[in-house]
T-cell receptor, first 113, second 112 residues
């Protein structure tokens, strides 16, 4: 299965600022997924990122707040924009499907103060 | 879209006992059902998965059963050990590269 490097692992940010999270995969993958895990909660899909096209966002998530880039088949970024304390969560990227299991990056623990 | 419900939300068992976690899903097109274990501060780790053409799968102390007609699947852990204590998530996907939809999670506590 694919190995994903995600960074930063954690950050503390001021409200109103933005943070960009990066995920690098050790093999080419068609789809990458971005999840949010709020404290003590399950994982919620933010968006699906395909190379060469705009990301597909789930209900409740918008591009202006969570812009995503997918410049090639091994890399993606998620930006959390104009942050508020409610954005404090763990953000995870994931790849999978198409015949093998889904794997996750190590996560980014974001605290907004 | 898919909706996955998971029960119970917390489960406490004595070491050596069995633990069962149950999930139901709504989308009959789903055909891939993984289970993840998440320890505190760590990423979810796949522990077992099952595809819709199989009714049961076992890996040492862990087994998963699937009832496609009833749209539910279950995780069974036998001879539980303290290191099994974690949060467990079920999920569903149509396995064509689509995203996973997760259940709400079960916090399993194994008491020594």
């Amino acid at each position: 299965s694919a190995v994903i490097s995600q960074k930063p692992s954690r950050d503390i940010c001021q409200r109103g600022t933005s943070l960009t999270i990066q995920c690098q995969v050790d093999s080419q993958v068609t789809m990458m997924f971005w999840y949010r895990q709020q404290p003590g909660q399950s994982l919620t899909l933010i968006a699906t990122a395909n190379q060469g096209s705009e990301a597909t966002y789930e209900s409740g998530f918008v591009i202006d707040k969570f812009p995503i880039s997918r410049p090639n088949l091994t890399f993606s970024t998620l930006t959390v924009s104009n942050m508020s304390p409610e954005d404090s969560s763990i953000y995870l990227c994931s790849v999978g499907g198409g015949g093998y299991g889904y794997t996750f990056g190590s996560g980014t623990r974001l605290t907004v103060v | 879209g898919e909706n996955v419900e998971q029960h119970p939300s917390t489960l406490s068992v004595q070491e050596g006992d069995s633990a069962v976690i149950k999930c139901t899903y709504s989308d009959s097109a789903s055909n891939y059902f993984p289970w993840y274990k998440q320890e505190l501060g760590k990423r979810p780790q796949l522990i077992i998965d099952i595809r819709s053409n199989v009714g049961e799968k076992k890996d040492q102390r862990i087994a998963v059963t699937l009832n496609k007609t009833a749209k539910h699947f279950s995780l069974h852990i036998t001879e539980t050990q303290p290191e099994d204590s974690a949060v467990y998530f079920c999920a569903a996907s149509n396995y064509a590269g689509n995203m996973l939809t997760f259940g709400g999670g079960t916090r399993l506590m194994v008491k020594p």
